[in-house]
Nanobody, 131 residues
Framework: EVHLVESGGGQVQAGGSLRLSCAAS????????IGWFRQAPGKEREGVSCISGSDDSTYYVDSVKGRFTISRDNAKSLVYLQMNSLKPEDTAVYYC????????????????????????WGQGTQVTVSS
């Protein structure tokens, strides 16, 4: 059975940092791209970053580029999202997700996860950034 479990969320002041972790099990980890998504109250879920399963290529949406860093440890089946210079608008529930394939579905700087590209979701971890 596939499991994705996020941890590391919390409350920080603007300008602070957090590192989220996603622990995966139940599938061949390095065969799949893993993405980080977030959903703020009243807003749609958005993909913010992805790391491929083939060559560890990384992708970011413009709003987090230069502040967030995604990485993976294939030996431990872990994916991390290091978040620096956090802003109040980063407040959201953050989810990790497994793509069906090894490549990240980024098109024109947008994380296009439509059409059933996501095979599994974690339960989410809350990140709150106060001003």
């Amino acid at each position: 059975e596939v499991h994705l479990v996020e941890s590391g969320g919390g409350q920080v002041q603007a300008g602070g940092s957090l590192r989220l972790s996603c622990a995966a099990s139940g599938f061949t980890f390095d065969d799949h791209a893993i993405g980080w998504f977030r959903q703020a109250p009243g807003k749609e879920r958005e993909g913010v970053s992805c790391i491929s399963g083939s060559d560890d290529s990384t992708y970011y949406v413009d709003s987090v580029k230069g502040r967030f860093t995604i990485s993976r440890d294939n030996a431990k089946s872990l994916v991390y999202l290091q978040m620096n210079s956090l802003k109040p608008e980063d407040t959201a529930v953050y989810y990790c997700a497994r793509d069906w394939g090894a490549s990240c579905p980024f098109t024109g700087g947008t994380y296009d996860y439509s059409g059933g590209k996501i095979a599994s979701w974690g339960q989410g971890t809350q990140v709150t950034v106060s001003s």
